[in-house]
């Protein structure tokens, strides 16, 4: 019961898959944790990235009616603001790596039978389990700045910006540019102002602007 699996020709989440994972998946497990703590009306929040799928109105509406608030991260920022990319999945890799290389004999795989090959499964469900303690999720939201909150870490990552000169005007934060963006250019988030943006600078905003970017 650790895991629920889909896939679908292509490889990648499709509508469909997404839809029932929210609808089968955690809409139950939020409801549960609910019960388990006796808190039946405790709000939840439901992180995602902006893949095409995300935009299910099914998704919305069933995150809305029980009460579980739904958050985009900003697009292409997955190595920056995804907790699992930080830390979880490099864990996973390390370890399924680990395994692999001990069915090497002289540096060479052999074909593997369909028993053993259900046994890599299983040793890749192992690895995933231990890559998702409890450990590397939390270093994952904090390297990221989620939680506890602290935008200064995804703002001072290299991915987003080098060699920055950070000014402060009336109260908002500004970083001037010197060698632009590592990021896609003209992407735009809400509630941000937009006052004041001269070319090849990135506006952060204050706190009424709800930590979100906007890229000239």
């Not at 893949?51 to 919305?60: A, D, G, P, Q, Y």
């Not at 028993?115 to 499964?121: D, G, H, N, S």
């Not at 602290?150 to 920055?164: A, D, I, K, Y």
Request: glycine share 6%; with cysteine.
């Amino acid at each position: 019961n650790l895991f629920a699996l889909a896939y679908q020709s292509n490889g990648w989440i499709d509508t469909n898959i997404y839809e029932n994972y929210i609808q089968h998946i955690f809409i139950p497990f939020a409801q549960n944790s609910r019960i388990l703590h006796k808190c039946p009306n405790q709000r939840y929040l439901f992180l995602v990235d902006q893949h095409s799928t995300r935009n299910s109105e099914l998704v919305m509406k069933l995150l809305f009616d029980h009460n579980i608030d739904y958050v985009l991260l900003p697009a292409h920022s997955s190595t920056i603001c995804q907790p699992l990319d930080l830390t979880v999945f490099g864990v996973f890799k390390m370890l399924l790596t680990k395994r692999i290389q001990s069915m090497a004999c002289d540096g060479k795989f052999k074909e593997l039978s369909n028993t053993e090959k259900r046994v890599r499964l299983l040793d890749a469900a192992s690895c995933l389990v231990t890559s998702f303690g409890s450990e590397h999720c939390r270093a994952g939201f904090e390297k990221a700045g989620i939680f506890p909150f602290n935008p200064e870490g995804p703002l001072s990552s290299t991915l987003l910006v080098n060699n920055t000169n950070i000014d402060v005007v009336n109260g908002n934060r500004k970083v001037r540019l010197d060698q632009g963006l590592l990021l896609p250019n003209n992407i735009a988030y809400p509630h941000v102002n937009e006052a004041n943006l001269d070319e090849n600078e990135l506006f952060i905003g204050n706190e009424n602007d709800n930590g979100f970017i906007y890229y000239r």
